[in-house]
């Protein structure tokens, strides 16, 4: 008798979602889907909005990464202005993306994944959480606390505030950086460097352990999307879009970001309110390509500083050849990428142009159409308007970072599953390894859905006939 | 603040939560700014937050007294609730991108090894559509006395006494 699983809700990820596994005769996973389960419609009620109005209003959509929309959509507004932003101003929000990353992957590391990784997938549920951390490992749980207070701090420094700065503004930033803020903020920076080195030094003794999670955790053949600098380096804040193959060749290079349409299409399936993105060219679902850190990572020629680019070298190893195709290893990527970020902000505010004191760009909308695209901490995001002769909303698209990687999220799942679940003899294990492939996504389902509040996972569990047998759902 | 024990000191902190984009959910961000504006003695610091994130811990443990103000899901719209909280790891510690302040509270204790006395002074929204800081009737009309609850625990806590925990408008 086949049954169905279902999950829900997946616990320690930004959002609220429902796993559901259908199991075959044998009890063997034969589909495994993830369901978005609340919807926001962000894109409806912004219409008829000044779009002067965007930053602020598309911010909203997440408490965790306002400061991505913050700057996708004013440079959505800058389009709208036909304006090139000051340097200085461009160096700046660069460096409020880059504090944005530092702090997002610190939570994801730290606090939402290191429960897994350190006390493995197996302990007891009501220890295997943050405060089981705390116990187990005091100064990582503090060390993390430590390094996204430290993100914090910058966004504050260069914001006014922490979570929805209104600083970065249409044409560049409102406020120069003084000398007092630039040298309170390359204070921060030695300890948030060595924390973020000493953490990727004990992850990289951790690794070897995980070879058999690395091996069913999202390890895919799929595409890579996102941006990189014109010769082909990380890239956070602007850029290129490049896609790459599984195999590593590059599909689409040097591709400006307001020709994202031609690459992307977006399908809808009606068991989730999250769209699915796909690679045109190969079409519908052929086409699914992944985003975030570790497609950063693989798309990348280098780092471009120095301690990245070392650990980008180690990264490259940790399969034979070819780019590094399992999605246990956006932890890794994680790492690599918190190291960039620290030593970039460092090069940035160190720049001796960071403190000219021209930094916006002043105009009124010069175009009705507008795109601004950059990399949050979880992909590529998308930000596109069209507004009318008086300056008003007529249409939105937004593609979040979560979005992108709808497609791989479910090949994942089902991955997971039909490699740890017996439908025979359910163990909570099993389960949380299934969660845990979400979790290395770090998705933020509020942003993909638009959708608001927290969101819980449940997993079910079906028969044939598609009656409910079992759930086991976490708030 | 690094990982080395926690130094004290005699002072306050006001933590003002919630939506400013989700009506009556705009009440704690906007009480903190009210407070912010009107001044607080020295030795209090304000923050206005759109949700309660663990990077809030180190500064937590760094004080002696903590007041969280936000809107309540459910109660009367209107009555001032001033509950004392404890520290309470619960099964929502694992989605950590939001924290209850007793969770918040449980995450101070656990990592620096103190949590300070702490109260949340709420009240319970009417509504929590959409709109930009705009509180409810109810609510607004609670909001002085919501500020006195707040003023009347720093005031308690300066002259080492705590008011009572509850009173009604």
Known sequence: MSRTITIEPVTRIEGHARITLQLDDAGRVADAKFHLTQFRGFEKFCEGRPYREMPALTARTCGICPVSHLLASNKACDDLLSVAIPPTGEKLRRIMNLAQLVQSHALSFFHLSSPDLLLGWDADPVSRNIFGVMQSH?????????????????????????????????????????????????????????????????????????????????????????????????????????????????????????????????????????????????????????????????????????????????????????????????????????????????????????????????????????????????????????????????????????????????????????????????????????????????????????????????????????????????? | MDGSPVVRVRRALVIGYGSPIRGDDALGPLLAERLRRDGVPAWVDVHARHILTPDLAPEIAAVELVIFIDAAEQGTPGEILCQPLEPRPGPAATLVHFLDPRELLAWTRALYGCAPRAYLVSTAGQQFAFSHAELSPPVAAAVEALIRNVRSLLDGYDHATIPGDRTSI
């Open chain 1, 138 to 475: 005091p100064e990582l749980a503090r060390r993390g606390i430590r390094l996204r207070q430290i993100g914090q701090q910058i966004i504050e420094t260069l914001g006014g505030k922490k979570i929805h700065p209104t600083w970065v503004v249409p044409g560049g930033v409102n406020e120069p950086l003084t000398a007092f803020k630039r040298d309170q903020m390359l204070t921060l920076l030695p300890e948030a460097l060595e924390i973020a080195k000493e953490t990727y030094a004990f992850y990289k003794t951790l690794v070897p352990r995980f070879q058999q999670e690395a091996s069913h955790f999202g390890d895919l053949s799929t595409l890579f999307l996102s941006l990189v600098t014109p010769d082909g380096d990380l890239e956070h804040y602007d850029g290129v879009l490049r896609v790459t193959d599984a195999q590593g060749r590059i599909l689409e290079d040097k591709v400006p970001p307001s020709d994202y349409q031609r690459l992307i299409g977006e399908a809808v399936e009606d068991f989730t309110y999250m769209k699915f993105p796909y690679y045109k060219p190969h079409g519908y679902p052929r086409g699914m390509y992944r985003v975030g850190p570790l497609a950063r990572l693989n798309n990348a020629e280098a780092c471009g500083t120095p301690f990245a680019d070392v650990a980008l070298a180690e990264f490259r190893m940790l399969q034979e050849s070819g780019p590094i195709s399992s999605s246990f290893h956006y932890h890794y990527a994680r790492l690599v990428e918190i190291i960039f970020a620290i030593e970039m902000m460092k090069r940035l505010l160190k720049d001796p142009q960071i403190l000219d004191h021209r930094v916006r760009a002043r105009a009124r909308s010069n175009q009705n159409e507008g795109i601004g695209v950059a990399e949050a901490p979880r992909g590529t995001l998308i930000h596109h308007y069209q507004i009318d002769d008086d300056g008003l909303m007529t249409w939105m698209n937004l593609i979040i970072a979560t979005g992108h990687n709808n497609l791989a999220m479910n090949a994942s799942i089902q991955q997971v599953a039909a490699a740890y679940v017996d439908g025979t003899k359910l163990a909570e294990g099993m389960l949380n390894r299934v969660e845990a492939v979400i979790r290395c996504y770090d998705p933020c389902l509020s942003c993909a859905s638009h959708a608001f509040g927290q969101m819980p996972l449940s997993i079910e569990l079906r028969d044939a006939a598609g009656r409910l047998v079992a759930t086991q759902r976490r708030d």
